[in-house]
């Protein structure tokens, strides 16, 4: 069981895709991210979500990450925060984000 002073160590914000295209040097397919989290600044993640997005479908759209984790290298790229989404199958995921827009940064407790 995980406590709730454990959960509270996760960073898990709201953030806007400004910038989205394939990552052509990922062993799986994937997208790279650019993410705007307010304050906490913009923020790079590779994201295998692209059995049901295009790259053109993730800008502009709202999305959940964790920001504490430390950054991977995924081929020529570093991912810096990890976008969340709900795992249908290997290569199917629905992204999460809230049911109306809040602002970028906004924490999730």
Do not use: C, W
């Not at 397919?29 to 997005?53: H, M, N």
């Not at 991912?79 to 629905?94: I, Q």
Request: avoid cysteine.
């Amino acid at each position: 069981m995980v406590t709730v002073q454990e959960f509270s160590r996760f960073e898990i914000r709201v953030g806007t895709v400004t910038a989205a295209r394939p990552h052509p040097t990922a062993h799986k397919p994937s997208i790279q991210l650019e993410i705007d989290f307010g304050d906490a600044g913009v923020k790079t993640s590779s994201a295998q979500v692209t059995g049901r997005y295009s790259p053109e479908q993730l800008v502009g759209r709202q999305v959940v990450a964790v920001l504490n984790f430390s950054p991977r290298r995924i081929g020529d790229f570093t991912s810096e925060v990890l976008v969340l989404g709900a795992m249908l199958g290997d290569a199917d995921v629905v992204l999460l984000a809230p049911d109306q827009p809040v602002p970028n940064g906004s924490p999730i407790g």
